[in-house]
């Protein structure tokens, strides 16, 4: 994805039996790289927002972490055991093996769990919007603010159309800043 991740995805696809294609910053620009990243059959990435851009299409991914963030959301879907693997594992070539199979047989089970993720995100960025809002209000009583939003939704921009039938399929509601670390695999 990004430029710098260059020679070590020429060095995997060099190691890989089937084609496999880079697409990197350099080339692409962000809204081509997050079309590319939300037709992907499976995502294997070390960085954070490659996963964040393919979640709204539920494209199944493998965390090669050297980023927290990562482990993070692979941790709130329960992923963390099978699909997040440390960037300096000696054994990284055959977890990486093994994880890749695995998520092949699973990736539509994977895909509604991540899927089923992405409604706690959007109400915790709702919450934040609300926090923000109450902050001005207290510290600056004289900023003229529009008239507060009737629940979490209205403190978000417009959502693409990915992200507003993900939101209709999923169990909406069940998220509070507080409680969005448990489990999220319950998708109609």
Not at 44 to 73: C, F, K, Q, W
């Amino acid at each position: 994805m990004e430029a710098l991740d260059y020679d070590p995805c020429v060095r995997l696809q060099n190691i890989l039996n089937t084609p496999a294609y880079i697409f990197n910053s350099e080339s692409y620009n962000g809204y081509e790289m997050a079309s590319v990243l939300r037709r992907l059959s499976m995502l294997v990435t070390s960085r954070y927002h490659a996963r964040e851009l393919s979640m709204p299409a539920g494209i199944p991914s493998i965390a090669i972490s050297i980023d927290e963030r990562l482990r993070n959301l692979l941790a709130e879907n329960g992923h963390l055991e099978d699909y997040y693997l440390e960037a300096d594992d000696c054994q990284l070539r055959e977890k990486l093996t093994i994880a890749m199979e695995k998520m092949w047989a699973n990736r539509k089970k994977v895909s509604k769990e991540n899927l089923a993720t992405i409604p706690g995100y959007l109400e915790l960025m709702g919450a934040m919007g609300a926090t923000f809002r109450n902050f001005v209000k207290k510290n600056f009583p004289l900023f003229p603010l529009p008239p507060e939003p009737k629940d979490w939704k209205g403190y978000l921009p417009p959502l693409c159309s990915d992200l507003s039938e993900v939101i209709n399929r999923c169990q909406v509601g069940r998220y509070t800043p507080q409680t969005r670390r448990g489990s999220a695999r319950n998708v109609e």
